[in-house]
């Protein structure tokens, strides 16, 4: 498979900071970092920090919320832009479950890239609206899980 600007743009830390202050501000000033990108699987990182945290010493969930989304919605960025034709994308539905307290620098994980590339092709392929749900698995330092995220995308080929 080609190689995309969306994937050349994620793996570079100054080029994505640089694009997620002018679009994506919240998730600059909170911290969120793409640590891995590739057609299979994503990788996304936030730190425990004042930005983020909540009374009881933990980080916010609205922030959790925002890396498991990322890490999930950069690769349908990057299998849109991949696409014949230009597609729409929109979350359609979240859900989550938070197992232990998140502190440190937790990393969330979602390796359904598959199944995201093959919603938009079957949604360019067929002309009409596909959804797809796929899983994000926060992780804290030592690979105890503090979160899991289940969001499902929806996928469309815009009218030209």
């Given at each position: 498979?080609?190689?995309?600007?969306?994937?050349?743009l994620?793996t570079?830390?100054?080029?994505?900071?640089?694009?997620?202050?002018?679009?994506?501000p919240?998730g600059f000033?909170?911290?969120?970092?793409?640590?891995?990108?590739?057609?299979?699987?994503?990788?996304?990182?936030?730190?425990?920090?004042?930005?983020?945290?909540?009374?009881?010493?933990?980080?916010?969930?609205?922030?959790?919320?925002?890396?498991?989304?990322?890490?999930?919605?950069?690769?349908?960025?990057?299998?849109v832009?991949?696409?014949?034709?230009?597609?729409?994308m929109?979350?359609?539905?979240?859900?989550?479950?938070?197992?232990?307290?998140?502190?440190?620098?937790?990393?969330f994980?979602?390796?359904?890239?598959?199944?995201?590339?093959?919603?938009?092709?079957?949604?360019?392929?067929?002309n009409?609206?596909?959804t797809?749900?796929?899983?994000?698995?926060?992780?804290?330092?030592?690979?105890?899980?503090?979160?899991?995220?289940n969001?499902?995308?929806?996928?469309?080929?815009?009218?030209i």
């Open positions: 498979m080609k190689s995309n600007n969306i994937r050349t994620a570079n830390t100054l080029r994505m900071k640089l694009f997620m202050l002018r679009h994506l919240l000033f909170v911290g969120l970092k793409v640590v891995k990108l590739d057609h299979n699987q994503a990788q996304i990182t936030v730190p425990y920090k004042y930005l983020n945290k909540n009374p009881f010493q933990s980080i916010y969930f609205a922030v959790l919320s925002m890396a498991a989304e990322l890490s999930t919605g950069i690769i349908a960025i990057a299998s832009y991949d696409a014949s034709v230009p597609v729409s929109l979350v359609y539905d979240m859900n989550a479950q938070f197992t232990k307290k998140a502190t440190g620098r937790i990393t994980t979602c390796v359904e890239g598959k199944a995201i590339a093959e919603a938009v092709t079957s949604s360019v392929s067929e009409a609206g596909k797809v749900t796929v899983k994000s698995i926060g992780q804290d330092e030592t690979g105890t899980q503090v979160a899991e995220f969001f499902t995308w929806t996928f469309k080929p815009k009218s």
